[in-house]
C-alpha cells in the first residue's frame, strides 16, 4: 500500500476511493494521510467517515460528492466543521447520487457530459453552476447535464484479484466500475490474491479488467470498519462509536494518532484494533455455474 500510495497519489490530484457501505478501502485512505498527501479533490457518491478523517487533517481542498454523513449513526462531524469554517477550509460541489453516477458514466464513456431529468424542482442548480441544461435535438425537451468526471486516481477495494489486475467483487456494488474506466489511474487492493485461472472461472464476475490497473494490493481487514462479502461483516459499533469521536476534535485526534499515524501499516492497525475475528464471515457458498464450450 505504501508503494503504491507513493507512486500513483500526488498533491492536488482528484481522488475517488469508491465503494457503497460495502468495500470502502479505509486502508488507502490512511495510507493517504500517513504520507501527508494535501491539495486534494475528494469525490465520492457517499462520503463517509474515511473522507471524515481525511478532511480533519487538511488532505482534501475540495470535496464533490452527493451526500455525506455517517450511515445509520449521525453527522461527520469534522466535514461539518470545516464547511462551518472552524476547521481546515473546504470547498464543496454537490450533486444528487444519479447527478455523481452520471459524471462517472460519461468519464468513463469518454463524452463531455451527461444528460439527465432529475434536477427539475430542486435548488442544487442554483448552487452548483456546473449543472445546466441542453435541448434535446429530438424532442425539443430541456434535460438538465452534468460534466464528466475524470480522476486523476481511483482506489478500487475487491474481494479478490489475480495479480495482472483483474479484479471480482460481488454483493453490493456501488460505481466501482464506472470510477475506475472514468480514471487516469487504477489502484486495486484486494482482500485475496488468486490465481488467473481462478478469474478465468468465473468471468462474469470480473468488474474491473487488469488491463485498465496500475498497482495490485494484497490487503486483509482493508475496508474496516466497512464490509467485504464473503470476508467479514461491517463493524457496526464502530460506526456508532465515530459519532462521539467526530464530535470531539481532540478525541479524532487521539484516534488518528493511535490507529492511523501510530501504525506502520493495515497489519499493524488489526492488531491495534485487538484483531478483528469476530467480524469474520461465516461460509455461505453459491451454486456454481457450468460455461461450457
Known amino acids: 500500500m505504501r508503494e503504491a500510495i507513493a507512486a500513483h497519489v500526488r498533491d492536488g490530484d482528484t481522488v475517488v476511493i469508491e465503494g457503497f457501505t460495502h468495500l470502502i478501502c479505509f486502508a488507502a485512505g490512511h495510507e493517504i494521510i500517513r504520507q501527508g498527501r494535501r491539495d486534494l479533490t475528494l ?41 462551518e469554517g472552524k476547521g481546515p477550509p473546504l470547498q464543496l460541489e454537490e450533486y444528487s447520487h444519479f447527478g455523481m453516477v452520471a459524471r462517472l ?92 485461472s481462478v478469474i478465468r472461472s468465473d468471468p462474469n464476475r470480473t468488474v474491473i479488467p487488469g488491463m485498465i490497473v496500475d498497482a495490485v494490493v494484497v490487503e486483509p481487514w482493508g475496508a474496516h470498519p466497512s464490509y467485504a462479502q464473503g470476508y467479514y461483516d461491517r463493524d457496526n459499533e464502530f460506526y456508532i462509536a465515530w459519532e462521539g469521536v467526530s464530535r470531539d476534535s481532540a478525541a479524532l485526534s487521539r484516534y488518528l494518532e493511535e490507529f492511523v499515524y501510530g501504525v506502520e501499516d493495515r497489519r499493524a492497525y488489526v492488531v491495534r484494533c485487538g484483531g478483528l475475528e469476530r467480524l469474520r464471515a461465516a461460509e455461505r457458498v453459491c451454486a456454481g455455474v457450468n460455461y461450457g464450450f
Not at 113 to 129: C, E, H, I, K, Q
Not at 166 to 192: C, P, T
Open 43 to 83: 469525490c465520492r457518491l457517499t462520503p463517509d467517515l474515511i473522507y471524515d478523517q481525511m478532511i480533519a487533517v487538511g488532505c482534501a481542498r475540495k470535496l464533490v460528492f452527493s451526500w455525506a454523513g455517517n450511515p445509520g449513526a449521525g453527522s461527520l462531524h469534522a466535514f461539518r466543521r470545516a464547511v
Open 105 to 196: 458514466s460519461a468519464g468513463a464513456s469518454r463524452l463531455p457530459f451527461w444528460t439527465m431529468r432529475n434536477y427539475s424542482g430542486t435548488d442544487l442548480p442554483a448552487v452548483n453552476p456546473a449543472i445546466r441544461t441542453v435541448t434535446c435535438p429530438y424532442t425539443g425537451e430541456i434535460l438538465a447535464t452534468v460534466p464528466a468526471l475524470n480522476p486523476d486516481v481511483t482506489v478500487v477495494h475487491a474481494q479478490r484479484s489475480d495479480a495482472q489486475g483483474n479484479a471480482q467483487i460481488w454483493g453490493l456494488l456501488g460505481v466501482q466500475k464506472e470510477a475506475a474506466f472514468a480514471s487516469e489511474r487504477v489502484i486495486v487492493v484486494v482482500e485475496e490474491l488468486v490465481d488467473q
